[in-house]
């Protein structure tokens, strides 16, 4: 019988969650690292016992924790994420010039074949890589190189938070900032360009098409159709069959195209689930109600999801990192809130359960089947 | 010099250490020497405490000693007596913050 562990980081720790491959009863396990953030905890997929962690502080900055038994025990590797060379200048609120600023890794993937492989995506912007389980760590600096100096923070913060790698491509990685947009490297990091055609961001913009700036708040992809991606956007829900090369909007009879998550079914290409919030001025569900919406058409067509969640006075909201699928046969969804609850669907969203309902502001959460 | 230093607790859990932590600190003893020392022994605090790189301490951390707030002392000054003679503790501390 599978087990399945759910990796949840939250405002003050990370919590882990385990069930049968029923996924009705949970245990939690936590707090790790209690009082910290974490931004992000994960594990390689050619070794689930390889998990990595995340852990930042408004007081002690930035610590990259390892395991190497599934989360038993803990070690600190490399925290050092030096930019490369002279880090020059992005844009600032006023329209000024700043200057490159670390402040915390919000993203880090594994690579699928090597364990000691990992990328981490961190504010400000700009993505690293180790090749050695994190004892050290190199910016892929070709990326700031695409009009780096004409990115800005949204309020959120200048973050690379989304790290897509092809499937079938070793040497093609996507990444998502806010907000600047979308990127796609062809030569495994070392050069970059914006993917960002199609987008449109009229009021958040002066120039509402333009090449970057756009908030990308995060990017899916079936590993069966890498061409294929799907992105929330700050408002939109939208779609490139072409690697990023142009995107169409897919909203459709959405409530609301704002949202901060976007994922893709493990078995169902066109299956994909977004979570709207009302605006980008009332980061809560529409009328109260929490609502997963789920396209069987690739976008366009969207069905709410209800069953079993709050369908009155809701008022939290889902982050980016928050939102994960599982590979089971009878597909898994999971959520977590900034309310401190973690919702689990184990048959692609029709009924949900709530496996822990009091946790910290839940900023991410990922899920492997052991 | 036996020095002690006191870390607040997400950095005592940090270092897996409980109270205070002894360290032989050769003289002079300062700011500097005593935290060279500390992220020598105990490396998962590299950069909680001061920048990895410029050495300048972190925003919301200070450092006090008896009674008396060195925080804005020069890395290289020297330490009171008390600290040096291992009497006192080196108090490395998080800023308040929040409300």
Not at chain 1, 85 to 93: I, K, L, M, R
Request: glycine share 10%.
């Amino acid at each position: 019988m599978s087990t399945v562990r759910v990796l949840v980081g939250t405002r003050k720790g990370a919590f882990i969650l385990t069930a049968d491959q029923y996924r009705q009863n949970w245990t939690v396990d936590g707090p790790h690292f209690p009082g910290w953030e974490i931004y992000h905890i994960t594990s390689a997929p050619s070794d689930p016992k390889r998990l990595y962690a995340s852990q930042s502080s408004g007081w002690f900055g930035q610590v990259i924790q390892r395991s190497d038994d599934g989360g038993k025990t803990w070690e600190t590797v490399n925290n050092e994420f030096a930019y490369d060379g002279t880090p020059g200048t992005h844009q600032w609120y006023d329209g000024t010039q700043h200057p490159w600023e670390f402040k915390r890794v919000w993203h880090l993937q594994p690579s699928p074949t090597d364990p000691d492989s990992i990328y981490a995506g961190v504010e400000d912007a700009a993505l690293f890589h180790s090749k050695d389980g994190g004892k050290s760590w190199s910016e892929l600096s070709g990326l700031r190189e695409v009009k780096g100096n004409l990115w800005q923070p949204g309020a959120g913060g200048m973050c690379l938070h989304t790290i897509v790698l092809s499937p079938d491509n070793p040497d093609r990685i996507f990444v998502a900032i806010s907000a600047a947009g979308a990127f796609r490297s062809d030569d495994a990091g070392a050069s970059w360009r914006p993917i960002n055609q199609g987008l449109k961001s009229d009021y958040e913009l002066p120039d509402a098409e333009a090449e970057v700036g756009h908030c990308v708040h995060s990017i899916a992809m079936h590993p069966s159709r890498p061409n294929i991606l799907f992105m929330q956007k700050h408002w939109d829900v939208m779609r490139t069959d072409n690697g990023g090369d142009s995107w169409h909007e897919v909203s459709g009879n959405l409530p609301s195209d704002f949202g901060f998550p976007i994922a893709v079914h493990a078995h169902e290409p066109d299956t994909i689930y977004v979570v709207p919030i009302t605006s980008d001025s009332y980061h809560y569900p529409p009328d109260g109600k929490l609502r997963v919406y789920r396209s069987r058409s690739g976008g366009d067509q969207w069905d709410a999801l209800t069953d079993g969640l709050p369908q009155e006075n809701c008022y939290v909201n889902v982050l980016r990192n928050a939102f994960a699928i599982d590979s089971l046969e009878s597909c898994g969804v999971y959520f977590g809130t900034t309310g401190g609850q973690v919702y689990v669907s184990p048959d692609s969203g029709d009924h949900w359960v709530t496996a822990v309902h009091d946790l910290p502001p839940v900023l991410s959460i990922e899920v492997q089947i052991l | 010099m036996i020095i002690r230093v006191s870390l607040p607790t997400h950095l005592r859990t940090l270092a897996q250490v409980t109270g205070t932590i002894t360290l032989d600190v050769p003289e002079p003893v300062t700011q500097q020497a005593i935290l060279d020392l500390l992220e020598s022994a105990y490396p998962m605090l590299r950069g909680t405490i001061r920048d990895s790189t410029s050495k300048e301490r972190r925003p919301f951390i200070r450092f006090f000693a008896c009674g008396e707030d060195l925080s804005h002392q020069p890395p290289e000054s020297s330490l009171p007596g008390e600290v040096t003679s291992g009497i006192e503790p080196f108090r490395i501390i998080g800023a308040m913050a929040g409300g």
